[in-house]
């Protein structure tokens, strides 16, 4: 077995090396790496990692070699450091704070170590995510002596157990950092059973921070409310100002983007934003915040103060060096933001940042980067290039499978965009292919009531409608409906989708009072939202024109005139503005140009 630190001793043993009449006082201060980090170690953490049958993994086996050897030296660097500094009576406080500190990080790097040495796939691919996240030892020299001590109890007894604590704490991380995620909610649980024995409010806190992340990354975010609520209560009491901190912000996104309680999330937000800015530096605490805040915006659609926020949180990044993972999800997210507000080229160039910065840390054989293709695809399609869109599809499709499995949701969700670009290539035998297999997929991986069931459907709705297949497209569209109704709430502005799914349905039977009804609500339902889809305003419309011509011909051509100003604003040619085209031409009424006039525009 390895040796392990006695922590709680780590300043008198150098005043006993000191008195004793050690030449060198501090000439064993890194032996706790020296003994942890040897040539034999590193040679097993590399061949473990090279043996593994994914293509990335001998890259991935010498760049963790490499990153730990690096911490390995600045820890050791700092921890000399540290212990000469600690016989200077000046700084005797301060460095007792710095050992206690490195000491912390050695736990780190053990639990990284023990996870790199017995790795899986998942492992494999997130090597760059586990080495990055292992602390900065030079960090430690502007350590306060009481946030490091504050986990720890006073009593010997007490602290040795609370030291089991920090260590099992610590093995969550790293399970978490290298994608196992069902191992790092184990460790979480572990650990703060562990703490409540203990009894120390600090400790409870931060592991009860961990357990409510691990649930959360679980996609169980019912579950780690609770567990987050009473992890600040006990920091609150504790005094523990950054660690509440950080709790509050993780409660902003949890409860907005993962539950969408957004008005109790913004508020949240508000009050942590005015404590964070009492801190000497919030700069911190405000990134990840505003992060939270823009995606609970963008959750509740409304794209433009969500972006506004993404961008906020992507300028403290820069400012403060911030290039790690938060950083690569501040683009994509930043993409999603203009791509919401009909912007394609902007959010072209932030899925291209994002793509280079994940090609650069994880390789190409990694399931950020098929993510990446995936939303580059999805640009691509927007701005009329559906060749270019289908082969980043296809692309992101063949590492997703490798990595996360056919049947994944990762796998599930592309899937779906390929079936619906080949359905906009015409190509319906395969998207209507594609598109069952994508529900199968997410069905396997998700459940029937899962949200994004319902993108599915929908994209099955059209295939089906297009080949003449009435009743399964209804059957299809009535599906999206009542899954996202479940899963959203009846009047989120996003059920417009498969409600004017429905009117287009009902209009091809002929059913054109049921139609002009549908198509009505689809409007109200889209209207309650902040931004208006072009594509679903401009097919609204054009339902409306052909189910009023009969009865009132210039309300038609009013109509069919907004379908067209809407349509105009897509980069894409339309097959939905081709066909109201044919239809008012054989009518006889007035095909405009695109030159129309605002009074024309929805």
């Not at 040796?3 to 004793?20: E, G």
């Not at 034999?40 to 730990?68: C, D, I, N, T």
């Not at 562990?194 to 169980?220: I, Y």
């Not at 709790?247 to 969408?260: E, F, H, K, T, W």
Request: hydrophobic share 40%; charged share 25%; with cysteine.
């Amino acid at each position: 077995p390895r040796p392990t630190l006695d922590r709680s001793s780590a300043a008198s043993d150098v005043y006993k090396r000191q008195t004793a009449g050690h030449e060198d006082a501090c000439a064993g201060a890194a032996e706790a790496m020296t003994d942890a980090w040897t040539a034999e170690r590193s040679a097993s953490v590399e061949h473990a990692l090279a043996a593994h049958p994914l293509p990335s993994a001998a890259a991935a086996g010498h760049k963790a070699v490499q990153a730990l050897d690096t911490f390995a030296a600045s820890w050791s660097q700092a921890r000399v450091g540290a212990c000469e500094a600690l016989l200077l009576p000046e700084a005797q406080t301060a460095s007792e704070g710095r050992l206690l500190c490195l000491d912390r990080m050695m736990q780190s790097f053990e639990a990284s170590v023990d996870v790199l040495e017995n790795p899986d796939a998942s492992v494999v691919l997130e090597v760059a995510a586990l080495v990055y996240g292992l602390p900065d030892p030079t960090a430690c020299e502007d350590v306060r002596p009481r946030s490091v001590e504050l986990l720890l109890p006073p009593s010997a007894p007490r602290r040795d157990a609370a030291q089991r604590v920090v260590a099992a704490r610590e093995r969550s991380q790293a399970q978490g950092l290298a994608g196992r995620l069902d191992r790092q909610l184990e460790e979480a649980q572990k650990a703060h059973d562990l703490s409540l024995s203990v009894g120390h409010a600090p400790l409870s806190a931060a592991t009860g921070a961990r357990l409510a992340r691990a649930l959360w990354d679980v996609q169980r975010p019912e579950d780690a409310l609770p567990v987050a609520r009473r992890a600040l209560a006990k920091a609150e009491a504790a005094g523990d100002v950054e660690r509440a901190l950080h709790i509050q912000v993780d409660l902003v996104g949890m409860l907005g983007a993962s539950l969408r309680r957004y008005d109790e999330a913004l508020g949240l937000a508000i009050a942590t934003e005015a404590r964070c800015e009492a801190l000497p530096d919030p700069r911190a605490f405000l990134a990840p915040l505003r992060h939270n805040v823009g995606r609970t915006r963008l959750a509740r659609g409304d794209a433009v103060a969500g972006l506004s926020d993404l961008e906020r949180a992507l300028e403290i990044r820069r400012a403060i060096g911030d290039d790690g993972p938060g950083f690569a999800s501040n683009l994509n997210l930043l993409g999603a933001a203009l791509q919401a507000l009909n912007r394609p080229s902007e959010a072209l160039r932030r899925y291209n940042q994002a793509l280079d910065w994940h090609r650069e840390h994880k390789g190409d054989d990694h399931p950020d980067v098929a993510t990446a293709l995936n939303n580059l695809a999805n640009v691509h399609s927007r701005l009329g290039e559906p060749e270019l869109a289908k082969t980043h599809y296809q692309d992101a499709l063949a590492v997703f499978e490798r990595t996360r499995g056919p049947r994944s949701r990762d796998a599930g969700m592309v899937l779906n965009n390929l079936g619906g670009i080949l359905y906009e290539l015409g190509s319906l035998d395969a998207a209507e292919k594609t598109l069952r297999d994508a529900l199968r997929a997410k069905r396997a991986s998700v459940g029937e009531t899962h949200a994004d069931m319902g993108y599915s459907w929908i994209n099955l709705g059209r295939v089906l409608r297009r080949r003449g297949a009435l009743g399964e497209a209804e059957e299809a569209y009535a599906q999206a409906v009542q899954n996202w109704s479940d899963a959203w709430g009846a009047q989120h502005p996003m059920l417009s989708e498969p409600m004017v799914g429905q009117a287009e349905v009902a209009l091809q039977r002929g059913a054109l009072t049921q139609a002009a009804a549908l198509a009505q609500r689809a409007q109200t339902q889209m209207l309650a939202g902040t931004q208006q889809d072009p594509d679903r305003t401009g097919r609204i419309a054009s339902v409306l024109a052909r189910t009023s011509y009969d009865e009132d011909p210039a309300a038609a051509a009013t109509h069919a005139r907004r379908a067209l100003a809407a349509f105009s604003e897509l980069a894409a040619p339309s097959q939905d503005r081709q066909e109201l085209e044919t239809w008012m031409l054989e009518r006889g009424l007035a095909v405009p140009s695109d030159d129309l006039t605002a009074e024309d525009r929805p």
